[in-house]
């Protein structure tokens, strides 16, 4: 009898630990609820360094849902005023003078380095919600940094993606990616990301300092850094419009 009590209170009290792990889309759920921002305004600086050195390009990224972003470099001197702006599928470049002019970029050119980073037109526009385009299954559990992380293996549940597979290190209390590793469809490695500090606002945690290295180039990685994020601040429609680019 004794045997058998032992036994029933070990399986009852085994029961609240299994219903309360967290599936592989539930985790992806909390990643996207402290990442995603219906609108935000930040203030960045991007350090790129190549084989024949290092350079700084610092801008302001205003985002307004998943489809609308409009970054304007301004600095150093001879990148000051260019712009991007997104909306949708679509994507134009603003160079101001001598050229004053404004260029369409689309499909896989999107996926081009952004003035020889390591970070695509696409990685630095991207606001959307990680459970809308990848199906995910919980892999394992790692330490990262210090910190107890989920580990997620993503796959694309759309086609026009660029990445296919993700495997991701999420940290277990915070809910933000700490580690990445992205993949195209044949399974190549085609970069990685690491945080390496994060910024607490507004109850959610977000990235601050990063590290970007694109697998196919020959680059040393490039340093994506947040120097200050507002997720309250006011962004009128108009300044998201093709017309605002020579403004």
């Known amino acids: 009898m004794r045997r058998y009590c032992f036994f029933l209170m070990a399986a009852l009290t085994a029961v609240p630990a299994a219903a309360q ?147 991701v290190w999420i940290d277990a209390e915070r809910w933000l990616p700490l580690r990445e590793d992205r993949f195209a469809k044949s399974g190549r490695l085609l970069k990685t990301t690491r945080v390496l500090e994060a910024l607490r606002v507004d109850e959610r945690w977000y990235p601050k300092r990063m590290t970007f290295k694109d697998m196919l180039s020959r680059g040393q990685g490039t340093e994506y850094l947040v120097e200050s994020i507002d997720f309250k601040a006011d962004i009128p429609d108009h300044m998201l419009t093709k017309a605002s680019l020579r403004k």
């Open 21 to 167: 792990a967290l599936t592989g889309r539930e985790i992806l759920e909390k990643v996207d609820g402290n990442l995603f921002a219906e609108k935000a305004v930040s203030r960045t600086r991007m350090v790129i360094h190549s084989r024949t050195g290092s350079r700084t390009v610092e801008s302001i990224v205003w985002t307004k849902g998943k489809d609308r972003a409009l970054v304007e470099y301004t600095s150093p001197a001879r990148e000051k005023g260019k712009k991007m702006l997104k909306l949708g599928d679509k994507l134009w470049t603003y160079t101001p003078e001598p050229n004053d002019r404004i260029i369409a970029i689309s499909g896989h050119l999107l996926r081009q380095a952004v003035m020889g980073s390591d970070l695509s037109y696409e990685d630095i526009t991207e606001n959307t919600k990680l459970t809308e385009d990848y199906e995910a299954t919980l892999v394992g559990e790692e330490e990262v940094e210090g910190r107890n992380c989920h580990v997620l293996q993503l796959t694309a549940v759309k086609q026009d993606l660029a990445y296919h597979g993700r495997k």
